[in-house]
């Protein structure tokens, strides 16, 4: 057997006394692709940036191609032929994709001029090594998602690449997307280039793996050939326990309707959808990209105004187009994109879930602090947001605690109907489960809940009904319980 | 295509133009070459601190101190060579300014490439520091004999001419500077590596960290070649009005900032181009010079270069805000 390309013998890595990483090792053969799963806090990112060269190991070895390294930095690893690349693929949204294809490259060959014509060169070989076809003088600000990846696999390969860590490659992307990433990595491994990915999402890259690596709290719990893992198997060994999701209770027959839709209208985003929601009901909302589903979340609280149609809750009409007014009949939103849309993300946990609450804490126009912060307080302890420090920025958090402050915020607000986009977009499995089971608890307590996705298994594990949404319109009006996974996928695309 | 209609260089462009029109319809003798020297000798020293402003807008910062590191560099330039070295030629007194700008911008570069503070607050301090130390300790009073170099070099003209009228006309040598100054900045920024990873900070700092960009020594390259550019204005400005005034330059950065951004270039970084800066000056110059011509008073200049900012960058803003909103 040749020698394997990078080996990690019993590394380990704490940071002031909490260990990152615990005695983990593994290694990569040239032309394999692992996989590298493990939930936030897992000790990926460590990992990473432990092979990147970023930070330093407290013991263990790490060897390439055999070679034992002494101390790494980023140069070194570099050399080695050891690419990151990271979630935001680094790149330089001003310049254009020749230019990005090939800095890192030029830079390498310590070039002081720019030569333009190599440039070109480097860039049209690296697209066409990985088989596509991408405008070399565009600017990068001006791609997509997709081929922004593509570009920062290309710088990758640009500087003899022997391996190429991608840090989550597949949350952005669209199913075909993914289609089209997987078949590059099979090129990139038949020429030798061995790829390991680090997400805690990795039932889609599975099938061109060959070996799958389990972190969870900085220890490795499992290491085998791809093919005895399945996406639950994962799941199980990342979170340590089986978060086999139950359907929720079914609905009492008594239920009073809470909400009622009619005839909800606008023209090229959603047509005549009519539908009612019942107190302690989870409905879900399902359909592809641009089906309508996100423009209909948003027009149910006033952030799109429909041209028609009507929204009463508890019997008394909401006014369309006004988030004001539908917050105050009783309306939340949590936005799919809560980074941007959500979150004032500099700003402490503590001052973003008290924003919505200024007006109930207001006493003639002097704003009672206290309060405000105790109810905060109590929000953060009653949805359990493991935050160190509440007065610390949002973004500190991880994926799964920042939706949690969101909710929090909408909860002291003590709605009626709650709105969720994309609930755990970008929050690792067992974050997930637990928002799961905060959704069952707030239904439980007589919240009308919609939850508009398209993570198919997460709308039937949450919700009692399911409306799919194809072209703006809605098409089916199903029971959660009454439909497979793979009959309800077919229903959102024929 | 599309995307020339909506860069701010062929807005820009298509202003000068209208601009010229008007000025010709009210005045006939406008379009002379009398009319293109003036204009010329305006943009002189507004032009290098353009250049300079430019580049450090790239690099993803914004200096405001430029102006001062100018004006200081003048005045010690003028007493210094008065009182020790009066018989410098005029291009040691052009290499002396450009040495006291390199250092005053070393000063910013240590502050905000070393020391990691942002742009804008450093720029603000030591542009109020190197003006109130200039004024306390060296000195307040005009230097109304200036060397013999700067004299020279104030009466140096590349182009003599006499008008129809029998007035003269004539374009100062300085101008060679300005162009030498912008042709040298065009190629470092796009011929030269270190052009482009100013390029790229502006876009990401951090994406350039990760690739091994050396963040710091790129930054502390713009500032110190801001303060090279400055000094060199200050000399300029001096030699050709033929005083050294300490109250003088500053209090223009801000209108040449604009002229930068109104040719395009990105508060946020990244995105400038020479040819955006260029017309952006000219625009400005043309504006101040001409609002006369036509019979403006000169209190509405500012009216009118404060609107031609709001329209010039906000229309290409508002139309990219369009643009997304559609695509959304």
Known sequence: MATDLVTLDSVTKTYSGITALDSVGFSIAAGEAVCLAGENGSGKSTLIKILAGVEQPDRGRIAFSGVVQGSLNPRLSAAAGIKVIFQDFSLFPNLTVAENIAFSAELGHGARLVRPVRVQDTARRTLARIGVDIPLHAAVETLSVAHKQLVAICRALATEARLIIMDEPTTALTEREVRVLLDIIRRLKADGVAVLFVSHKLAEVLEVCEKVVVLRNGAKVAEGPASDFDAASLTRHMTGRDLAEQPPAPLADTAAILMQVQGLHKSGAFCDVSFTLRAGEVLGVSGLLGSGRTALAKALFGLVAPERGQITLDGRSVPLGNPLAAAQAGIGYVPEDRLTEGLFLTQSILQNISIGRLDAHGRSGILDLGGLIDEARDWLKRLSVKAPDPDAPVRSLSGGNQQRVVLARWMARSPRVLVLNGPSVGVDVGSKAEIHGIIASLAAQGLGVIVISDDLPEVLSTCHRVLVMRAGAVVDDIPAGQITETALAHRLAS | ?328
């Open chain 2, 1 to 328: 295509m599309t995307t020339l209609w909506t860069r701010n260089e062929t807005l820009v462009a298509l202003v000068i133009v209208a601009f010229c029109v008007l000025a010709a319809f009210s005045d006939p003798g406008f379009l002379s070459i009398a009319t293109l020297t003036d204009l010329s000798r305006g943009g002189i020293v507004l032009g290098i601190f353009a250049v300079g402003a430019l580049i450090v807008l790239i690099s993803g910062g914004i200096d405001v101190s430029f102006t001062a590191i100018a004006a200081f560099t003048m005045y010690v330039t003028a007493m210094v060579l008065n009182a020790v070295m009066p018989w410098m030629p005029w291009w040691a007194a052009l290499m002396m300014g450009m040495g006291i700008g390199a250092c005053l911008g070393a000063i910013n570069g240590v502050l905000i490439a070393v020391m990691g503070l942002p742009t804008l607050i450093v720029t603000l301090g030591t542009l109020s520091v190197f003006r109130g130390f200039m004024l306390t300790f060296i000195g307040q009073k005009q230097i109304t004999t200036l060397p013999p170099g700067m004299r020279e070099f104030g009466r140096m003209m590349v182009l003599r001419g006499e008008n129809a009228d029998g007035s003269f006309y004539s374009l100062h040598a300085a101008f060679l500077v300005t162009v030498l100054a912008v042709v040298l900045t065009w190629v470092i920024l796009h011929r030269t590596m270190l052009g482009r990873q100013i390029f790229a900070i502006g876009g990401s700092v951090e994406s350039a960290r990760r690739i091994g960009i050396n963040v710091r020594g790129v930054q502390f390259f713009v500032y110190v070649y801001v303060g090279v550019l400055a000094g060199l204005a200050g000399i300029i400005h001096a030699s050709m009005a033929r005083v050294a005034n300490p109250f003088d330059l500053v209090g223009l950065e801000l209108s040449v900032i604009a002229a930068v951004v109104l040719g395009g270039a990105r508060l946020a970084g990244g995105h400038g181009t020479l040819t955006g800066t260029v017309l952006g000056v000219a625009l400005i110059v043309l504006v101040r010079n001409s609002l006369i011509v036509l019979g403006i008073p000169s209190t509405w200049q500012s009216v009118a270069i404060g609107v031609l900012i709001l329209i010039g960058t906000g229309l290409p803003a508002w139309q990219a805000k369009r643009a997304a909103a559609r695509a959304a």
